[in-house]
């Protein structure tokens, strides 16, 4: 049934389903990771990688190979410190020490955790943590020197907030922890681009980029997760802001205050929107491909779920994603160049504010922060070009290029259609099929309808037609 509501889904949605046939057929990777001589070690890091995040595997195995491996263990370090942050089985006081210590661990080789909970999604790492230990000791340097000054910070950080057991309180703490658990995250991964020369040196001087790059994705994922959190009993969402919509925060999932909990929503997503221009600015600084890929698919996701989120109740309900056939578009547009990666933003903030509604409280912030993000993609990439514009004023004939664009649109349409009324002749053709090899009469039907009776006959007229044709299956 799932397969089948799959397919009805992808015939509706047809530019859906070829932005995945496009990206499995016809992407080719900037770089491809050679595994012909992986250590073992090396191998398994990959490994646990893919298990404690696919998607976020298959960009990591895109970038320069110089990167590639620093990168990776950047990640599963940082990954093993959210699996302790994460994990509701370990007593608080543990939690705290292992959070604040676990930078040390980096220089023990040998070091693995096997105390996490049996049910914890990526207890698997830190079982076999000393695989990751081995291969950190043999990256350069400089790229070691980053990571070390990254994971004690992020450490200190999530230990603090692990032993606040009323949440987050104000926006000055959603903040200072958004920061901690991914504002370093960004400040790390520019260091790591700017030492291996991928990224322009400016970026160090601009931490509030850095910072933006971070805090956008991690609030746009506590903003989707508010229910899962809320199941583990755990709230990220700053009482400043809910507290001027609900009196307690369990209102927010009762379908009682469902206008004040979307309220509620939509001043969350106000609040990340404020990073989208920084991230959009800080994206232009990058000098090699994969790093551009690396750095703007995530954030190409992050605005795509903002517009799926705001003012959507089911966000109260369960966990809401985007489709996999606009995760697919959205990398083909992210993969390519600014121009298009700032397009596909312009399109995601005009579905906020097509949803904004006049009822919200901050339907003005929401429009002017909308109308912010949109004039600073058109200062760097008009919408309209100047000269077409000239000559379509003193009625001269457009670009030829521009009537070659819309042209090749009309053409598109055409075979999007024609695919379409294939598909569903296919599926009817089998369903008829299906209905003749059980014995179907579609010779009564026939007659019928020639006779100009198009609807089902009465039980009498039924029997007349059982008894005349002697067909045992009616």
């Given at each position: 049934?799932?397969?089948?509501s799959n397919?009805?889904?992808?015939i509706?949605?047809?530019n859906e389903f070829?932005?995945?046939?496009?990206w499995?057929?016809w992407?080719?990777?900037?770089?491809?990771?050679?595994?012909t001589?992986e250590?073992?070690s090396?191998y398994q890091?990959?490994?646990y990688?893919?298990?404690?995040?696919?998607s976020?595997?298959a960009?990591?195995y895109?970038?320069?190979?110089?990167l590639?491996v620093?990168?990776?263990?950047f990640?599963?370090?940082?990954?093993?410190?959210?699996?302790?942050?994460?994990?509701?089985t370990?007593?608080?006081e543990e939690k705290?020490?292992?959070l604040?210590?676990?930078?040390t661990?980096?220089?023990?080789?040998g070091?693995?955790?096997k105390g996490?909970?049996p049910t914890?999604?990526?207890?698997e790492?830190l079982?076999h943590?000393?695989v990751?230990?081995e291969e950190f000791?043999r990256i350069?340097?400089?790229?070691?020197?980053?990571i070390?000054d990254i994971?004690?910070r992020m450490?200190n950080?999530m230990?603090?907030?692990?032993?606040n057991a009323?949440?987050?309180?104000t926006?000055?703490?959603y903040?200072l922890?958004?920061?901690y658990?991914?504002?370093?995250?960004?400040e790390?991964?520019?260091?790591l681009?700017?030492e291996?020369e991928?990224?322009?040196?400016?970026?160090l001087e601009?931490p509030h980029?850095q910072?933006s790059?971070?805090q956008?994705l991690?609030?746009?994922n506590?903003?989707r997760?508010?229910?899962?959190?809320?199941d583990d009993k755990?709230?990220?969402?700053p009482?400043?802001?809910?507290?001027?919509?609900v009196?307690?925060?369990?209102?927010?999932?009762?379908?009682?205050h469902?206008?004040?909990?979307?309220?509620c929503?939509?001043e969350?997503?106000?609040?990340?929107l404020?990073?989208a221009?920084?991230c959009l600015y800080?994206l232009?600084?990058?000098k090699?491909?994969s790093v551009?890929n690396?750095a703007?698919?995530p954030?190409?996701m992050?605005?795509?779920?903002?517009?799926?989120?705001?003012?959507?109740?089911l966000i109260f309900q369960?966990n809401?994603?985007?489709?996999?056939?606009?995760?697919?578009?959205l990398?083909?547009?992210?993969?390519?160049?600014l121009?298009?990666?700032?397009?596909?933003f312009r399109?995601?903030?005009?579905?906020?504010?097509?949803?904004?509604?006049?009822k919200d409280?901050?339907?003005?912030?929401i429009?002017i922060q909308?109308g912010k993000i949109e004039?600073?993609?058109?200062?760097?990439?008009?919408s309209?070009?100047?000269?077409?514009?000239?000559?379509?004023?003193?009625?001269?004939?457009?670009d030829s290029?521009?009537?070659?664009?819309?042209?090749e649109?009309?053409?598109?349409?055409?075979?999007?259609?024609?695919?379409m009324?294939?598909?569903?002749?296919?599926?009817s053709?089998?369903?008829l099929?299906v209905?003749?090899?059980?014995g179907?009469?579609?010779?009564?039907?026939?007659?019928?309808i020639m006779k100009?009776?198009?609807?089902?006959p009465?039980?009498p007229?039924a029997?007349e037609?059982?008894?005349?044709?002697k067909?045992?299956e009616?």
């Amino acid at each position: 049934m799932a397969s089948l509501s799959n397919l009805l889904y992808y015939i509706l949605h047809y530019n859906e389903f070829k932005a995945i046939v496009q990206w499995k057929l016809w992407h080719t990777p900037v770089h491809v990771r050679d595994d012909t001589d992986e250590r073992i070690s090396l191998y398994q890091c990959f490994h646990y990688l893919e298990k404690t995040s696919r998607s976020f595997a298959a960009v990591i195995y895109e970038l320069n190979p110089e990167l590639l491996v620093p990168i990776t263990l950047f990640y599963l370090v940082l990954r093993g410190l959210d699996t302790i942050e994460d994990d509701m089985t370990l007593p608080l006081e543990e939690k705290d020490r292992l959070l604040r210590e676990f930078h040390t661990n980096l220089d023990k080789s040998g070091w693995n955790f096997k105390g996490s909970g049996p049910t914890e999604r990526d207890r698997e790492l830190l079982v076999h943590f000393d695989v990751v230990v081995e291969e950190f000791g043999r990256i350069k340097p400089a790229y070691q020197a980053i990571i070390k000054d990254i994971t004690p910070r992020m450490g200190n950080g999530m230990a603090d907030f692990a032993n606040n057991a009323n949440g987050v309180n104000t926006i000055k703490e959603y903040n200072l922890y958004c920061h901690y658990v991914a504002g370093l995250v960004g400040e790390g991964l520019t260091r790591l681009f700017v030492e291996s020369e991928m990224a322009n040196p400016a970026l160090l001087e601009r931490p509030h980029l850095q910072e933006s790059m971070g805090q956008f994705l991690q609030k746009t994922n506590i903003i989707r997760d508010v229910r899962e959190d809320w199941d583990d009993k755990r709230r990220f969402w700053p009482k400043e802001i809910w507290s001027k919509h609900v009196d307690q925060f369990d209102d927010l999932f009762d379908q009682k205050h469902e206008q004040a909990a979307l309220n509620c929503s939509s001043e969350m997503v106000l609040n990340a929107l404020d990073h989208a221009d920084q991230c959009l600015y800080y994206l232009a600084a990058m000098k090699e491909q994969s790093v551009f890929n690396f750095a703007a698919i995530p954030q190409s996701m992050a605005i795509a779920t903002l517009a799926l989120v705001f003012r959507n109740p089911l966000i109260f309900q369960r966990n809401v994603k985007i489709t996999r056939g606009q995760a697919c578009q959205l990398m083909i547009d992210s993969s390519q160049n600014l121009p298009t990666l700032y397009e596909a933003f312009r399109k995601c903030v005009r579905d906020i504010h097509r949803k904004n509604t006049p009822k919200d409280p901050n339907f003005l912030k929401i429009s002017i922060q909308c109308g912010k993000i949109e004039q600073f993609i058109e200062s760097v990439f008009p919408s309209q070009d100047p000269k077409e514009l000239a000559r379509k004023a003193l009625g001269e004939p457009v670009d030829s290029k521009k009537r070659a664009e819309e042209a090749e649109v009309r053409s598109e349409l055409i075979r999007m259609m024609g695919s379409m009324i294939l598909v569903l002749l296919f599926i009817s053709a089998v369903m008829l099929g299906v209905a003749y090899m059980a014995g179907a009469r579609f010779d009564i039907a026939l007659s019928q309808i020639m006779k100009g009776k198009l609807m089902p006959p009465g039980p009498p007229e039924a029997e007349e037609l059982r008894q005349k044709y002697k067909h045992s299956e009616l």
